[in-house]
């Protein structure tokens, strides 16, 4: 079966620090692993992964995989309280399903 | 363009109840999956849809059951409610062909009493 642990469950940072979420997974026949930021209730798209050692960036965001270790890391730079969210990592196996991780509560105090 | 949408947006119901939730794909996108995401838990894969069949399944009872039409939209049915079933219902829509993101919509909170 299909398995994502994302650590840590939780953490509180102030403003202007930078954090660094992990996920690790194990999943056959691998395509991707995903990332989203959930604030409310839609969780929203930040990045797709399928090759090893690229890192993709988006403003104070990036991320990373690592298919050998079989885990991912994203890093949110000078954090701000907007970054305040439950930060999602999904697997994409066979078909495409998504396999989720319990999600990292990030809280950013001013 | 519009994203993905969901009806309705909050539910209420009472043990043994049916309900019908539906969901209209971002446009262009031919393929729906639904997930139920408990309080504190991330998404939990139901099901997915693609030309009107269900393509997988996720270890959901058969009381979930679906159903997609010819314009992609879709409808997740719960039937005989638990109390258990109280969830945030996301869908989420993708191309078949291609890439594997999904694109989610706001859900529907269900609360069964």
């Known amino acids: 079966e299909d398995k994502v642990v994302q650590s840590p469950l939780s953490l509180v940072v102030h403003e202007g620090d930078t954090v660094t979420l992990n996920c690790s997974y194990e999943?056959?026949?691998?395509?991707?692993l995903l990332w989203y930021k959930q604030e409310k209730k839609a969780p929203t798209f930040l990045f797709m992964l399928t090759s090893s050692g690229i890192e993709k960036k988006s403003g104070r965001l990036s991320s990373i995989l690592d298919k050998k270790e079989l885990f991912s890391i994203l890093n949110i730079t000078a954090t701000q309280t907007g970054d305040s969210a439950v930060y999602l990592c999904a697997v994409a196996g066979a078909n495409s399903k998504l396999t989720f991780g319990k999600g990292i509560t990030l809280s950013v105090r001013p | 363009d519009a994203g993905v949408t969901q009806s309705p947006t909050h539910l209420i119901k009472t043990r043994g109840q049916q309900v019908t939730l539906r969901c209209s794909p971002k446009s262009g996108h031919d393929t729906v999956s639904w997930y139920q995401q408990a309080l504190g838990q991330g998404p939990q894969f139901i099901f997915q849809y693609y030309e009107e069949e269900e393509r997988q399944r996720g270890n959901f009872p058969d009381r979930f059951s679906g159903h997609q039409y010819p314009n992609y939209s879709s409808e997740l049915n719960v039937n005989a409610l638990l109390l258990g079933d109280s969830a945030l219902y996301l869908c989420?829509?993708?191309?078949?062909?291609?890439?594997?993101?999904?694109?989610f919509g706001p859900g529907t909170r269900l609360l069964v009493l």
């Open positions: 999943v056959t026949n691998f395509r991707s």
């Open positions: 989420a829509s993708s191309l078949a062909r291609g890439q594997e993101t999904q694109y």
